[in-house]
């Protein structure tokens, strides 16, 4: 694997010039007479989920176990953050996958004007909430009825949960909808120049302090979903302009370090804050460690998410039906594990304790728990494509006229990988 330096162009190519530099690919699963998805895209895809899915064992994990006192070792020292410096840049990690995916999407969907086929992709979205709600209330069900009595730390899932699971797919479907609607086609007739100036103001109204606070005050969640449409519409720029090409690949990694390293220190300044606060303003309460909450508009995670996108994108890699599998299987691992049943069983673990005792055991042990949280998800989606198979033979059982579909919705086995968080997704997704 690879990241090549770009050729530097002769000269800069016109305002209005609106032809892909990059391959042309499709965000829908792979068909027969579809170009095969793109490995490296699906690798980041991959890579963002694993991002949510350790931001969220860290978030509504070990975060859940800092109001239990003494009993967490350190965590009520103030010497103990130099330990939680992993939190405090983990905590970027999902808001990052997030911005992922939204990229993705908007690099791939843009384009397309009111070609993207809403209706297929809600369809899909809704079978695999309803199916990843199923397996989640019965297994909290099986978990919690365990024969040796031990599964009653198990929080528990119930049908309620279809509308109240996975913030992000909301949030997410509700960017592409817009796109859909009215935004892909206003994007395809900017030139470059006024394509830059809709991004800055746009940048500009979701991080002013004044105009975000007006945006919450209109609707809660109005300024997170402003920061989605940028970064869609970044993701569209990305791929019609092509002009981060320009940018050498160190930039990029030297952009990824620096910001990581902006975020120590910031982490640095806020813990000293709250150290003088708590030492200063005695409340004869434990002293409590707070972590740095990075929301998905921040620009720190839109430098960074394009950043990776734009590594990704240039990463040579042969095409992968392993890498794009388990891309594909990304949505249902957002599904199975941002709730409460899979908090609860990271909750078990006494992360915070085995911080204090070693943070290379900890790591190990906090990838180990995210590796098999992904895993879960895999089987989760094919036992989801396994039954829509099956449920495609039977269709004649079910329907006088198998052959018709409702417009876009009929029963597949395809999947659609967003997130988060990334996720899902995700939002909280991350």
């Given at each position: ?17 609106a ?50 006192g ?87 899932v119930t ?22 609607l ?56 990305m ?12 930039v ?10 902006l ?6 300044n ?27 508009y921040s620009l ?107 417009g ?12 988060a ?10």
């Amino acid at each position: 694997m690879t990241w090549p330096q770009p050729a530097q162009p002769a000269a800069p190519a016109p305002a209005t010039s609106a032809a892909p530099a990059r391959p042309a690919t499709s965000t829908a699963p792979t068909t027969a007479h579809k170009r095969p998805r793109q490995s490296n895209v699906e690798l980041l895809r991959i890579v963002a989920m694993l991002m949510i899915v350790l931001h969220h064992i860290i978030m509504d994990g070990a975060m859940s176990q800092s109001n239990i006192g003494v009993v967490v070792g350190g965590f009520t020292e103030p010497h103990f953050y130099k330990r939680l410096l992993i939190f405090h840049i983990a905590s970027t990690w999902g808001p990052v996958g997030n911005a992922v995916f939204i990229l993705i999407s908007g690099y791939f969907l843009v384009g397309k004007g009111r070609k993207v086929n809403i209706g297929k992709s809600a369809s899909k979205l809704l079978l695999q909430l309803l199916f990843a709600t199923v397996v989640l209330v019965v297994a909290s069900f099986a978990v919690f009825r365990a024969p040796d009595g031990r599964g009653s730390f198990a929080a528990m899932v119930t049908m309620l949960d279809f509308n109240n699971i996975a913030w992000f797919i909301g949030y997410y479907f509700l960017v592409v909808l817009v796109g859909f609607l009215f935004l892909n086609e206003m994007l395809d007739r900017f030139t470059e120049r006024q394509y830059l100036v809709f991004l800055l103001a746009l940048l500009g109204v979701v991080s002013f302090q004044w105009s975000g606070a007006l945006l919450e005050a209109l609707a809660f969640g109005l300024r997170t979903f402003g920061g989605g449409v940028l970064l869609y519409a970044i993701g569209g720029y990305m791929r019609r302009f092509d002009t981060f090409r320009r940018i050498r690949a160190w930039v990029w990694w030297a952009v990824i370090i620096m910001v990581n390293a902006l975020v120590v220190v910031s982490c640095y300044n806020s813990t000293q804050t709250h150290i003088k606060d708590w030492t200063q303003n005695p409340t004869g309460q434990p002293f409590q460690h707070q972590i740095d909450i990075y929301p998905n508009y921040s620009l720190w995670i839109i430098i960074l998410g394009v950043a990776m996108f734009e590594l990704f994108l240039r990463l040579r890699i042969p095409t992968s039906r392993v890498i794009n599998y388990l891309a594909s299987a990304t949505f249902m691992v957002y599904l199975i594990h941002s709730n409460s049943f899979f908090y609860s069983i990271w909750g078990r673990v006494h992360w915070i304790d085995l911080l204090a005792a070693s943070p290379k055991a900890f790591v190990l042990e906090w990838f180990e728990w995210a590796l098999l949280t992904f895993a879960c998800g895999v089987v989760a989606y094919a036992v989801y494509q396994l039954l829509s198979a099956i449920l495609r033979l039977m269709r004649p059982l079910f329907l006088r006229d198998p052959g018709r579909h409702v417009g876009a919705v009929s029963v597949g086995a395809g999947g659609v990988s967003v997130g988060a968080g990334a996720a899902a997704g995700a939002g909280a997704g991350a």
